[in-house]
């Protein structure tokens, strides 16, 4: 670098430091609470309550796995909303790990399993006054699977709880 001043040059070394960028560490970054909600109240969707939920405890996603009692594969695919069905022990868990209701974690598939699928798809013939056998006529569903479903045999699948039942209960 040079410089003239009063008709005189002057120099000055100019000096170059390196040095290395160092990536933050994988668990740092975790525990770092992502900025795009203020507030819990903002989060729309259970998925992204378990996130923020996590971070704002500076927890990882393998230690809410190990104290929940499954893989961290299984609790990711939670986080991510690609988990189809979540077992109530589960969410109970987490909602006492996280200190939230248990139904603010669950997507309506889960609520409805969670608060009983028999209990309620009976609840709902009921209300239209009709028996077993004829309910299931009239809904195009198989008798043996309306009967396990109210009987909780058998898990309704997701797809089959949209098709009849997502309008009645939410």
Not at 39 to 47: D, R, T
Not at 62 to 69: L, P, S, W
Not at 127 to 133: A, F, I, N, Q
Request: proline residues 5%; positive net charge.
């Amino acid at each position: 670098m040079c410089r003239t001043e009063d008709g005189n040059t002057r120099y000055a070394p100019l000096y170059i430091h390196t040095f290395r960028l160092i990536a933050p560490h994988r668990s740092q970054k975790a525990l770092q609470p992502s900025g795009q909600y203020r507030g819990y109240s903002e989060i729309p969707c259970g998925p992204e309550r378990l996130r923020w939920c996590r971070e704002q405890n500076g927890l990882l996603q393998r230690q809410v796995a190990e104290y929940i009692g499954i893989s961290r594969q299984q609790y990711m695919d939670l986080e991510n909303g690609t988990a189809g069905h979540c077992p109530n022990e589960i969410v109970d868990k987490l909602a006492k790990l996280l200190d939230v209701p248990v139904f603010d974690l669950l997507d309506d598939y889960n609520r409805f399993l969670y608060e009983g699928q028999g209990k309620l798809i009976q609840e709902y013939r009921t209300r239209l006054g009709l028996g077993k056998s004829a309910f299931a006529k009239q809904y195009h569903i198989p008798a043996r699977s309306l009967s396990a479903w109210e009987s909780e045999q058998k898990r309704i699948s997701r797809t089959s709880w949209e098709r009849y039942f997502m309008t009645q209960h939410t």
